[in-house]
């Protein structure tokens, strides 16, 4: 399985935009990456995927290295309830399994 | 809500005993994935069911078995149960087991083994 690094934890203030990075210099052309986070006391919930272009939904964006060795998670408006457990997993077709790392904690502040 | 069902939301045991627990996947999900989420050992994938057929194993040990049923429900089963069976069981589904899908968890089955 590639493997992702991520910082443990960082920090941010509500309404702040809040930019989480991952580091995956082992990926494969096949290999997606995924967002998951996990909020306290909940399973872990989706948030955002992709393979080469930058992605948007209505929880985040995800930016993609142009070499795809590296991707930042961006939440635009950091709330308090955005403060949770997010995990980069990189995830091939026909490989469904999420092989989880110990994930970025992140802590918002009023 | 994920759509995502478990059942029973917690379970207290004892060591040696043996427990099932349950899990119903979004409507029109055929894949379904048990996780196992410890203090020492974070989330790892034990295995996964598409269809009713076993697709994917991890770190499953051998006490424990799983099965999914004509109406896609699952079943996991614990038995000889240990204090370090102690965890969050997680179950997760997604549309096909295939591709790089979105998977969907429930809210968890919380184990404790006394």
């Known amino acids: 399985d590639a493997k992702t690094t991520q910082p443990n934890s960082m920090e941010s203030n509500e309404e702040e935009p809040v930019h989480l990075p991952c580091n995956h210099s082992?990926?494969?052309?096949?290999?997606?990456i995924h967002w998951y986070r996990q909020l306290p006391s909940q399973g872990p919930e989706y948030v955002i995927h992709?393979?080469?272009s930058n992605v948007n939904n209505r929880m985040a964006s995800l930016a993609i290295a142009e070499d795809r060795k590296s991707s930042t998670l961006i939440l635009h408006r950091a709330t308090l309830r955005d403060a949770a457990v997010y995990y980069c997993?990189?995830?091939?077709?026909?490989?469904?399994?999420?092989?989880f790392g110990t994930g970025t904690r992140l802590l918002v502040s009023p | 809500d994920s759509g995502v069902t478990q059942t029973p939301k917690h379970l207290i045991t004892a060591t040696g005993q043996r427990v099932t627990l349950r899990c119903s996947p979004r409507?029109?999900?055929?894949?379904v994935y048990w996780y196992q989420q410890s203090l020492d050992q974070g989330l790892q994938f034990l295995i996964q069911?598409?269809?009713?057929?076993?697709?994917a194993k991890g770190n499953i040990l051998e006490r424990f078995s799983a099965q999914q049923f004509p109406d896609l429900h699952s079943e996991l089963n614990l038995s000889s149960l240990e204090l370090g069976d102690s965890a969050l069981y997680f179950c997760?589904?997604?549309?096909?087991?295939?591709?790089?899908?979105?998977?969907?968890f429930g809210p968890g089955t919380r184990l404790t083994v006394l």
């Open positions: 997760a589904s997604s549309v096909d087991g295939f591709r790089a899908d979105t998977q969907y």
């Open positions: 082992t990926i494969s052309g096949t290999d997606y």
């Open positions: 992709g393979l080469t």
């Open positions: 997993i990189l995830l091939n077709t026909g490989f469904q399994k999420l092989v």
């Open positions: 409507s029109g999900d055929l894949s």
């Open positions: 069911y598409y269809n009713g057929e076993e697709r």
